[in-house]
């Protein structure tokens, strides 16, 4: 098992930037893929961004596609997530989970909260 630590969380105004980080505690590189979360009150949690360790490939939710990028240290056993032209709708607690396939994610980090207003 692995432990996730999320930081980088905050609040911004509309247009803003913030960087998620996720320090994983425990050896991930010889995982399938990762990926970032976020659930805002009263809605489902989606994916929004999964990064492939394979190849390094990405997807991105259509909602955060063109302006989230994830990105993934194998050595310093982190991912990230660039956050730019920040919504109103962007607001929500932000995870870090062990897989992007939401099933298969045994391992989650304990959030952090991102408030755009």
């Given amino acids: 098992h ?3 630590v999320e930081s980088g969380g905050g609040s911004v105004q509309p247009g803003g930037s913030l960087t998620l980080s996720c320090a994983a505690i425990g050896y991930i590189g010889g995982r399938y893929c990762m990926g970032w979360f976020r659930q805002s009150s009263g ?4 994916r929004v961004a999964a990064v492939y360790f394979a ?6 939710s259509d909602s955060v596609k ?3 990028t994830i990105t993934l240290d194998k050595w310093a056993m982190r991912i990230d997530l660039q956050m730019t032209d920040l ?4 607001t929500a607690t932000y995870y870090c989970a062990s897989d ?16 755009v207003s």
């Avoid at 809605?43 to 989606?46: A, I, L, N, T």
């Avoid at 190849?55 to 991105?60: C, V, W």
């Avoid at 396939?101 to 408030?115: C, D, S």
């Fill in 2 to 4: 692995v432990q996730l």
């Fill in 43 to 46: 809605k489902e949690r989606e």
């Fill in 55 to 60: 190849h390094g490939d990405t997807e991105y």
């Fill in 66 to 68: 063109g302006r989230f």
């Fill in 87 to 90: 919504k109103p709708e962007d």
């Fill in 100 to 115: 992007c396939r939401e099933e298969y994610a045994l391992e989650w980090g304990q959030g952090t909260q991102v408030t």
